[in-house]
């Protein structure tokens, strides 16, 4: 009796694969993600449990274990995903990467302001950019993020975020709607009171 074995079927191609908001996707080594609807973040996390966004990324992104160094590294659903597994060899380009250069010099530029509320007004211009949907009234961001998932981004409290999210919209920057959206509004220049 002769017994053959299979080679493992690591990549199909084919077949999206659907994930559940807060769920996390299976780290491979040698897979990257293509996403296909829906909204990921990269994180890692410090010894004393602190988390750190590495990036934000939607339709059309390809993110996975093979371009980052981070250890650990994490893909958790902000929404529900529909992604689909690629081999790293035979999809992994020049443009993947600068995609991901981009959003780092991003997100290190964002981190780098000294007061939260001026880390958190570029935060939302730059999902408003990247992921929202233009509206009469402004940029709607159409997500489910919630004051944590902020303060995880840019690294406070979930209490500051929710204070500086009343103050943006006393001041008619924002406008806060059920399920966690929000309008941006157009502003031409936005600066510090002292």
């Known amino acids: 009796m002769t017994i053959v074995s299979l080679p493992p079927r690591n990549f199909d191609e084919k077949t999206p694969q659907i994930f559940s908001r807060r769920s996390h996707f299976p780290n491979r080594s040698n897979g ?3 996403i296909e609807a829906g909204l ?3 994180v890692t996390w410090l010894e ?3 988390i750190i966004t590495l990036g934000l990324w939607g339709p059309g992104d390809t993110i996975g274990q093979p371009i980052s160094k981070s250890d650990p590294f994490q893909i958790e659903c902000l929404t529900q995903v529909k992604a689909t597994l ?3 060899e035979l999809y ?8 991901h250069i981009q959003q780092l010099e991003n997100f290190m530029i964002m981190r780098s302001y000294k007061k939260v509320d001026f880390m958190l007004y570029k935060l939302l211009n ?3 950019k990247k992921f929202g949907s233009e509206v009469e009234q402004g940029h709607l961001i159409d997500m489910n993020l919630t004051h944590q998932d902020l303060a995880e981004i840019i690294g406070t409290s979930r209490v500051t975020i929710t204070r500086t999210l009343g103050v943006f919209e006393q ?3 924002i406008e806060r709607l ?3 959206r929000t309008i941006v509004r157009p502003s031409e220049v936005w600066h510090y009171e002292i």
């Open 92 to 99: 992994l380009n020049r443009d993947i990467l600068l995609e």
């Open 48 to 50: 004393d449990a602190t």
């Open 126 to 128: 730059w999902l408003a």
């Open 32 to 34: 990257l993600w293509k």
């Open 40 to 42: 990921v973040r990269t």
């Open 178 to 180: 059920p399920l966690h």
């Open 86 to 88: 690629l081999s790293a």
């Open 171 to 173: 001041q008619g920057l």
